[in-house]
């Protein structure tokens, strides 16, 4: 079954980055897009960006350029973000999902806390 | 950037009760629209997709329409185990989802 796993808990201090991970298995890893999805308690669910497993390439919410940072290792059908010059507007929890235009399998998110 | 605009915020129903929710797009959005819900604690999960088209294993109680800018979700009988929050996306221009409404019973 298709699954999205999901690395620990983060607690950041502010101006530091931090990297997430997204492990997928059950299938063909560069066969689906991953999207990144920011969710607060605020602003609710935010849409990051994208990566193209099979080529690298991104596709960033002009929001999140310059935050975020998309890769994938397709070796490990893992896909990565990296948050970076963190502040306490950066604590939420983060998913990764499975396609772009219409996420269907979703990671169980990663909380990250900015905090000193 | 498209904004994706959900009424109510909160919704309090019974349960059997047909309950109605509504998003509202910022421009026409051609039907490429999700709804998804989420229960606390959990990620969100597809219901229908492209506007009025049931995700496999879902509840046929559950129906979406819509076109152009506004588009609504219909729970026909509501049941407790669909408290949760719902949130409409559109994936027309960019990826946007609504601010979320939330279902209680009341």
């Known amino acids: 079954q298709v699954q999205l796993q999901q690395s620990g808990a983060e607690l950041a201090k502010p101006g530091s980055s931090v990297k997430i991970s997204c492990k997928a298995s059950g299938y063909t890893f560069t066969s689906y897009y991953i999207s990144w999805i920011k969710q607060t308690t605020g602003q609710g669910l935010e849409y990051i960006g994208y990566i193209n497993t099979g080529s690298g390439g991104t596709n960033y919410n002009e929001k999140f350029k310059g935050k975020a940072t998309l890769t994938v290792d397709k070796s490990s059908s893992t896909a990565f973000m990296q948050l970076s010059s963190l502040t306490p507007d950066d604590s939420a929890v983060y998913y990764c999902?499975?396609?772009?235009?219409?996420?269907?399998?979703w990671g169980q998110g990663v909380m990250v806390t900015v905090s000193s | 950037d498209i904004q994706m605009t959900q009424s109510p915020s909160l919704l309090s129903a019974s349960v059997g009760d047909r309950v109605t929710l509504n998003c509202k797009a910022s421009q026409n959005i051609n039907k490429n629209l999700n709804w998804y819900q989420q229960k606390l604690g959990e990620a969100p999960k597809l219901l229908i997709y492209?506007?009025?088209n049931l995700q496999t294993g879902i509840p046929s109680r559950f129906s979406g329409s819509g076109s152009g800018t506004d588009y609504t979700l219909t729970i026909s009988s509501l049941q407790p185990e669909d408290v949760a929050t719902y949130y409409c996306y559109q994936y027309n221009s960019g990826y946007t989802f609504g601010a979320g409404t939330k279902l209680e019973l009341k």
């Open positions: 492209y506007t009025n």
């Open positions: 999902a499975r396609g772009a235009a219409t996420p269907l399998y």
